[in-house]
């Protein structure tokens, strides 16, 4: 398999990955909401353009650095989903504001002033979603007095402009059984709503309410509320998201590794360890009949054979499927592109180890 890709190597099924941008975008062309995709998990140019392409009206990211990577490719509207503090990172904030459209999560009033002055001093307007704690109790504040009272300081703030809410339940992605997730998203959510009209029964617009994963979006993205969904995942998916009833997207995304060992019948070691993919969520999926990994160490991965994976031999390529992706994909500076089963060039991760 892949004889000319050395290992070990990310690999991206690229009709795969074409047909789950399809999808949601259908399910996003489906509702009253836009899809802003996540590039937290593809941390990808080409990709972030196929999205686009595909009707999404900006992207997501979590940080300046994936911004800033996605930026130098022509992503020209950006939401950062996250709170930006520090004098360092806001000049390279309002330094990007000046090449694309930047949209930022806040939720504390000094931020606030912190982030006007520099607008202010750059000549450039920071878009800003007050991020709404719907029950992640991550970043946010409280729906009700604390939402209104910050929305009308950026509404009031010179260099900043109050656009919305930032409200993603980011606790109820992997909740099973689904039923479960469901209700409790119809519930949680319902805290972003509440944000909203509390805000505007003070006179303030709220443009938009931006939330949703790909483990709620078939929930989230259906309440008459929200306005951009910021589904990431599903464009390359991953074993966790598979798990947990992604079954309408199919994995796009995969490393392969290279049996190095044979130390007994039933037992491989491939040259694909910690440093290769990450066991957040758990032990990736051997794509191999009757093979299961059972250990990770550095730069190895122990692999237990049953049946016809017993035939496994020394410099036989195999793929295995993440557990999770997002941080898998991070450890790569390139996609091995795969098209109709060949290998067909790479993308950078250009994103790659941008968490500043
Ligand atoms: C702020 C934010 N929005 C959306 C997402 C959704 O991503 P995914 O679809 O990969 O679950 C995430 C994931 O961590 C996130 O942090």
């Not at 000549?123 to 946010?140: A, F, K, Q, S």
Request: charged share 20%; with cysteine.
């Amino acid at each position: 398999m892949h004889a000319e890709i050395d290992t070990p190597a990310l690999l991206l099924d690229k009709p795969k990955l074409e047909r789950n941008i399809k999808r949601m975008a259908e399910f996003a062309a489906g509702g009253q909401a836009q899809l802003r995709p996540h590039a937290k998990t593809h941390k990808c140019v080409e990709i972030a353009k196929l999205q686009l392409d595909a009707g999404a009206v900006g992207i997501t990211c979590a940080k300046v650095g994936e911004a800033e990577a996605l930026a130098d490719g022509g992503i020209p509207d950006i939401l950062i989903a996250n709170e930006i503090v520090g004098p360092l990172k806001i000049a390279r904030l309002v330094k990007l504001a000046r090449r694309c459209r930047v949209t930022v999560a806040v939720d504390d009033a000094d931020n606030v002033r912190q982030l006007s002055e520099a607008a202010v001093a750059a000549g450039v307007t920071l878009g800003c979603y007050v991020e709404v704690n719907v029950g992640m109790d991550r970043c946010g504040v409280e729906p009700g007095e604390p939402a209104t009272q910050l929305a009308r300081l950026v509404e009031a703030a010179q260099g900043l402009s109050f656009d919305g809410l930032q409200a993603y339940e980011g606790h109820l992605q992997n909740v099973m059984p689904f039923a479960e997730r469901e209700a409790r998203a119809k519930l949680d959510m319902r805290k972003a709503l509440s944000a909203s009209q509390h805000i505007e029964a003070g006179g303030l617009k709220v443009g938009q309410i931006s939330g949703c994963g790909t483990g709620t979006h078939t929930i989230t993205g259906r309440l008459p509320w929200m306005t951009e969904l910021q589904c990431g995942s599903y464009a390359t998916m991953d074993a966790q998201y598979a798990a947990v009833g992604g079954a309408t997207y199919e994995n796009a995304l995969t490393v392969l590794a290279t049996v190095i060992s044979r130390p007994a019948p039933d037992k491989a070691i491939v040259d694909a360890g910690l440093k290769a993919i990450t066991p957040e969520f758990g032990p990736p999926t051997v794509l191999v009949r009757g093979a299961e990994w059972v250990d990770f160490s550095e730069e190895h991965g122990v692999v237990t054979l049953a049946g016809p994976a017993q035939e496994l031999r020394v410099g036989d390529k195999i793929a295995l499927v993440p557990r999770h992706g997002c941080t898998t994909v991070n450890l790569y500076d390139h996609y091995h592109v795969i098209e109709d089963g060949a290998f067909a060039g790479t993308w950078k991760v250009a994103a790659r180890g941008r968490c500043q």
